[in-house]
Every structure is written in C-alpha cells, then in structure tokens.
C-alpha cells in the first residue's frame, strides 16, 4: 500500500515534467515563428557585437542555422532532440548547450542553497519564538518586517544591501564572481526575501500545533515542556513547513533570475536573460527546461517529504 | 507571483488594530494614480539636458533625472502603467478563473475534469519562467506582457471557484431551490456566486500587489515595459548609476512601489478578515 502510493505520487511528478517539457518546447518552437523582428539579425549582434556587424555576418548566421528549415518536420525533429536529451549548441558562443546549463547551474545551484541556508538560520529559531509566544514581541516585529519585506521586489532588496555594504561600507564587491565573498550579499538578498515568508509559515505552523489538544495532554502525562515540544509539535509543524517548501522554490526562481542579473553572477537566470535578448534559442529552450524540470522534482521531494512526516495521508490514499 | 501574495495573508498582522489602513491605503494609491496627471500637468517625457539630476525644488519637487524629466510627473504617470496594469490584468483573469471554475464545479463530469487538469498543468509551471518566455520572447511590449501575466493568475482563480461553489452547491439551501425548481443559472448567479466573489475579492487584492511587483522585476529586467516608458521598475534601472548624485530620484520609484504593494497586502489581510468573520456570522 506504502509502495503504490508513493509510486503514484512520483508517476504523477513524472507526467508533470513531461507535460511542461512538450509545452515548453512547443511553446519556444511557437515563439520562434510569431515572433516580430529578423531572428537572424538579432542572433548576429549577440555573436560578433553590435559595431562589426554587417549583412554578411548576419546572411551567415541565417544559413547555418535551423531558421530557414520546413515547419513541420523541423518541430518533430526540435521534440525528439528534447526528448533524448541532445539540446544542441549555443547559436550565440557555439558551445553546447548541456556544458553551459551544467555551469551556470552550479552556479545557480550554490547560490540558491546558500540563500536557502541563510534563509532558514533565520526563519526557523524567529518563527519558532514568535509561534511559541504569539502576539509577543518577536511575533509583532517579525510580522511587520516580513510585511515589509514582502512589499519589495527582489532586486530592491539587492539595491539596500548593495547601498549599505559595498557604496557605504566598501566591505563586499557590488557584483561578479571572482571569489567565495561575491556570493554573499547575491546569498543575503535571496535569503531575506525567501525568509520573510517562510518565518512567518513557521510561526504559525508552531502556534496552531503547540494550541492542539495532543501537547497539553503529552505535558499532562507528565513530559517535560521541551520534549513534548520536540516530539510532538515540531513533527506535526513540519508538514506545512515541507509543503512550503515547493512554493518557496518557485520564489527562488523569481529571485535568482533578478538577483543574478542585479550581481551580474553568472547562473542559470543571468544565462537565460542574455539568452532572450539575443534571441539565443537552444538556450532559451534549455534553461526554461531544466528549470521546469527542477519544479517537477523539488513538488515530487516535498510530496515525499509530506508522507515520510506524516503517514497518516497514506491511510487516506487507501481509503 | 500570487501564491507568494497569499502567503502573506498570514504575514500581515499590523491590520488587525488597525482595519481600514489596508483599504484606505488602496483608495488613496487609486485617487493618486486618476488625479495625480491632472493635479501634475509636467510631461513625464521632456527633456531638459541643462537641469540634469537636480535636487528637489519648486518646479520639480522631487528633482530631475540624468536627462532632466521631472521625477514626481514621471512617478505619477508611472502608477497607471504599474497599478492600472495590475487591476487590469488581476479582473481580466479573475474573471476568466471564476467562469471557468464554476463552470466545472457545476457541470462536473468530463467538463470538470477537462478544466481541472489544464488547470493544474498551468499551475505546474512556474509562473515567473512562463511571463519571461512570454515578455522576452516577444519584445517587451504592452500586449506580451499583459497576455504572460493573464495566463499565469487565472488557474489559481479557476481552483479557489471551484473549491468554493462545490462547497456551496452542497449546502442544504442550495439543495432546498433546486428542488423548488430554480435553475442552474441562477443558483449560480444567487447563492453561489456571493460567496466565491467575497474570496475572489481577497485573492485578487494579493495578486494584485505580486502582479505589481513581478511587473517591476520584468521592467528592471529591462524585459518588460521599454524606457522611455515612466514604468517603476525601468525607472529605478535607469536611475540605479546615479546612486551616488541622486538618491532621491531613485527612492522615489522605490518607494511607490513598496506603498502601493503594501496597501493591496494589507487590503487583502482585511478582507480575508472580513470574509471569515462572515462565515462565523450566525
């Protein structure tokens, strides 16, 4: 019974993935057909740089590229290589594709996790204290500063901690990444937009399980407050907290795509910007897949998260 | 860019004491954004290359920018194009969630299930990626725009209807005028609309506020509405260089922005308050 329900919830993450990989080249292939303004041309100034370009160049890039080909058959050919995984070369650098989403998705990859991280040093001893004593002073101040927060767009947040650190205080470097210390304020400006929210998903998690019925009684058989607390509202706390966790990766998302390009930090956001200004196609359809791919796989962790935390929602699946 | 907005229903306690802060905020942003042309009559677009970046005075309150326009005429005609935009584009999708969802919650069967599912396959997309394809794709303009952002708010309409007319549609009074012999229509349009539009009304107040804020990540993006357009978000990266000579010109965008999304976050905790105090009402 456990094995079929988490084999259903994985199948389904797994026909997700597929249904976002045929829309999103399907949608890409579109785009490329409907879209105002010479491919070609705008495929050139991307290569050889807006002052060298001239009709050559760009008569060139349009013969050896797939633009001119028939429609149709060029679109079944575009689906099989997505599926098998051959995703082609960069139109703008020639590199390969798989080589250059595997770079910049390190990158991506160390920035997000340390944003996670420092996200959740944060949230979780904040929003435990303000769930535990709820109306307390680190409720009221958490829960304007996360209203405050909140209120700011991502790349804002950047700007103030750019502002402060390195125009003011000349401590850390505006932007690149020439070294550990260029990812801490890009880290920084993730991790206190994803904590705004999350602290506050923690509190109230905390607040509502620590009101339920199931702690009072563990306290009244006589546990002390800290190990009811670390058995029984800290276990049933973290479902919501896990389910969280899905939604806070679509605001990652968000986040590094502006936040790479306000560092000029080179990931898979920064990647897929420049790629959309010129128009860079295999990319684009790269990094728009590993990116929905990403989103499958971090919804399928969180469902099993869920049911590993709480078995009861495999006694539901069966009945 | 709203499922983050609707985390923040839980966020925004400061509402609480006071009610009509949210609301009034809203009003007052909405009175700004009709009036402030009218009460401003300075061209958000001419040039004055002899009085760059000034400070603020009588003729230009809140200083110039790096080819001397008028920063508070700029801000002004800037709240329809981030405001506006996100009302606009908030009722165009709420309207097409709505119809959809209740739709499918009282059709049921094959129509139900065809909705849902292309429902959740909108929503398992992340809805940042879809608006950049769309807005990067297609050169930035008004129309992409509009459509990315449409496309990416309507699911979560369509799932939050549905959710609340089947719960409507099986209480005992809904049950009790079908058989007195009303028709669908009009159950619908009597009993279970009241109750979907008092939740649509706090969904679409915070997505509103992440519409604004995804609108001006686009704009500094430099993928959304295109300079010399007195959007917010293109206004702070074309005035980002000067940090250093103009501080306040650049605060100016800032800070219309963090008001005008604060407004619609509390707006929406107040109305959510409202709406289940109502369902508590006996």
Redesign the interface.
Known sequence: MIARTVARAILARLI?AI??AL??ST??FI??YI???DMALRVAVGRFGLEQLSRDMVESVRRETFIEAPLAGQYFAWLGNVFTGNLGYSLVSNRSVVSELWRAGANTFTLALIGWALSYAVAIPFGIWAGLRPGGIV??VT??L???I???????IG?ILI?IFS?SLGWLPPAGNRGPHYLILPAATLGIGLS??SV??IR?AVSATNDAFFVTYSQIRGLSPGRAFVRHVLRNASTPIAT?AA?Q???L??GF??VE??FNYPGLGDM??KA??SRDVPI?MGG?LL??YL??AV?LVSDLVCLWLDPRQLEGARS | MSEIARSVADTVRTGQRLPWAGPALILAVVLIMILGPRVWPVSPTAQNLLDTLAGPSLAHPLGTDHIGRDILARVVHGAPLSLGFALLVVAIGAAIGVVLGLVAAERGGLIDILIMRFTDLMLAFPGVLLALLFAGFMGGGMVPLFVALTITLWPQFARMARAIALQTLAEPHVEASRLAGLPPAAILARQVLPPVLQQTVVLAAFSVGGTILTISSLGFLGLGMQPPTPEWGAMITELLPYIHQAPLQLAAPCLCIFVTVLAFMLGGEAFARRAMRGEHAP
């Not at chain 1, 909140?150 to 804002?156: E, G, N």
């Open positions: 997700q249904l976002v829309a999103l949608l890409c785009f490329i879209l105002p303004g409720d009221r829960a304007g996360s209203a405050a909140a209120s700011l767009p991502s790349f804002l700007i502002w125009v705004a929210l506050r998903v109230n969280f939604l990766f679509a605001m998302l968000d795509v502006v390009t306000l897929l910007v959309l200004v684009i728009a990116i929905g989103y499958a919804s």
